[in-house]
Nanobody, 123 residues
Framework: QVHLVESGGGLVQAGGSLRLSCAASSRAFSVAVMGWFRQAPGKDREFVGAINWSGDYTHFGPSVKGRFSISRDTAENTVSLEMNSLSPEDTAVYYC????????????????WGQGTQVTVTS
């Protein structure tokens, strides 16, 4: 059974930083696009960013571009989301997801999802 487990969420003040991690249970994820999404109360799920299988290409949503970064550690089978210059608008549950694709392409589908981790940014 495949599992993705997020960690690192918590409470942070506006302007601060936070690092989320996603641990994958299967080595199969080492060749998959890994993505991060978030969902705030009453809002639709929003794409945050993704990283390709080799870790040399990332893509971000407009609301986080320039503030967030993604990296992956193939040896540890983990993906990290580094969040900087956080604002209350970044408050949401953050989800890690894995796609059945090596590269980030239009219409990519994410087949596996973690349970999510709460990030709360106070003003």
């Amino acid at each position: 059974q495949v599992h993705l487990v997020e960690s690192g969420g918590g409470l942070v003040q506006a302007g601060g930083s936070l690092r989320l991690s996603c641990a994958a249970s299967s080595r199969a994820f080492s060749v998959a696009v890994m993505g991060w999404f978030r969902q705030a109360p009453g809002k639709d799920r929003e794409f945050v960013g993704a990283i390709n299988w080799s870790g040399d290409y990332t893509h971000f949503g407009p609301s986080v571009k320039g503030r967030f970064s993604i990296s992956r550690d193939t040896a540890e089978n983990t993906v990290s989301l580094e969040m900087n210059s956080l604002s209350p608008e970044d408050t949401a549950v953050y989800y890690c997801a894995a796609a059945r694709s090596r590269e980030i392409v239009a219409g990519i589908e994410y087949a596996y999802w973690g349970q999510g981790t709460q990030v709360t940014v106070t003003s």
